[in-house]
């Protein structure tokens, strides 16, 4: 072993209480760290997911301009054929064709404003979660059947039960009133109330006919399963699209703006809440080092009056700071990734929160995910300003007078 690592490594134990204070206070840090790294990076995977899973997708082919005013007039024309060319092009089966229309739903009570989708019965489980989430009654099954499933809240608004009946009244694609009567075949509880409350759906082929589409639709939706995928899907989607066409294929991104900038808002106050952390480490570590540095003050000037250069004691000093942080590091980064592991199974309840986490399509336990990242992020930041608090104590070697220091007590 070298012979400046030897001298550092005896240096830093000449005081093992005040070194293991230090090395502590980082450990701990690193563990927080790891740990609370752990759970953001878990938590914005699931709300992505969740979210989009729930009713938008990854990402749609539009025609241009519809995602910002939503009107009838602009669709994709022949959109179920579309929709097989790009599942066939994607080679995945979670691509549906999807039509949307306002419209005041009736029952024999009660009327309320909804946004009625027209879905394919046998992809929109695909993508979307609302159909396995049918909990009374049963999903649609019929492309051109005159059935609707509806939200648990809107079903108690309305006062109406499976087997009841619904009038639809809104305006079809040519500026046409757009009238019928529908079954209620199946109840929803996605767990947002605004889903709940707003949603309904119908076979596309009866919403065709309701709403004169002619065999357009609004919407081709696509679940790449994971959000990370979505780039790459979006240029595979492009190439598919008819040249002529002039469609448009838009990501989460821009279908879901409102998800990243909470993502952003969190992480923001979180990498916050982590700098404090660090730097409160910073200054412990400068401390202890500092302190090393003015109880070897003569010792110092014994060596560089020998000939030692204060460059070489300042890379002694800074040695020995990175061992330390070493230690910090691996004891940090390994007892994080046990602690974390335990809650990846079971997740982490916190009371309270179910009504908080429905509102971001959470569920009501949070699942930390581990990784690579999340085991060096924290612990590599904290050992990083380790380094930097040792400047100054390194530093100030370069000032020290041999003879001065050597008559220090």
Known sequence: ???????????????????????????????????????????????????????????????????????????????????????????????SARGAAFALASSEDRSYGIQVLGVEPMFEPGVSSLPGLTKEGRYLDDANAAEIVIGSVLA??????????????????????????VTVVGVFHGGNKELDRGI???????????????????????NAGDYSKTEQLVQQANALLPADSKLVVHDWNALQPGLRQAIQADMGSAIFMYAVLVVLVAFSVLNTQLMSVLERTREFGIVMALGLTPGRLGRL???????????????????????????????????????????????????????????????GIVFLFTLLAAIYPAMRLHWLQPVAAMRAA
């Open 156 to 181: 108690r608004n309305l006062r109406v039960s499976i087997g009841g009946e619904l009038t639809l009244l809104g305006s079809g694609r040519d500026g046409s009133i757009a009238a019928g009567i």
């Open 317 to 379: 000093v800074m040695l020995e700071t990175a061992l330390m942080g070493l230690v910090g590091l691996v004891m940090g980064s390994v007892l994080g990734g046990i602690v974390t592991s335990l809650f990846t199974v079971k997740g982490i309840y916190v009371p309270g929160m179910e009504e908080m986490a429905g509102q971001f399509n959470l569920p009501s336990r949070m699942y930390p995910q581990v990784s690579a990242l999340t085991l060096i992020a924290g612990p």
């Open 1 to 95: 072993m070298n012979i400046v690592l030897r001298l550092a490594w005896r240096n830093l134990w000449r005081y093992p209480r005040r070194t293991w204070l230090t090395t502590g206070a980082m450990i701990f840090s690193n563990v927080l760290l790891v740990f609370m790294i752990s759970i953001q990076i878990g938590t914005y995977g699931l709300m992505i997911d969740n979210t989009l899973e729930a009713l938008t997708g990854h990402l749609q082919i539009q025609a241009p301009g519809y995602k910002d005013d939503l009107k009838m007039r602009q669709v994709v024309p022949d959109a179920i054929s579309l929709a097989a060319s790009v599942r066939e092009g994607l080679n995945l089966q979670t691509v």
């Open 200 to 222: 309904a759906e119908v076979p596309i082929g009866y919403f065709e006919d309701t709403f004169d589409m002619q065999g357009a639709a609004h919407q081709i939706v696509i």
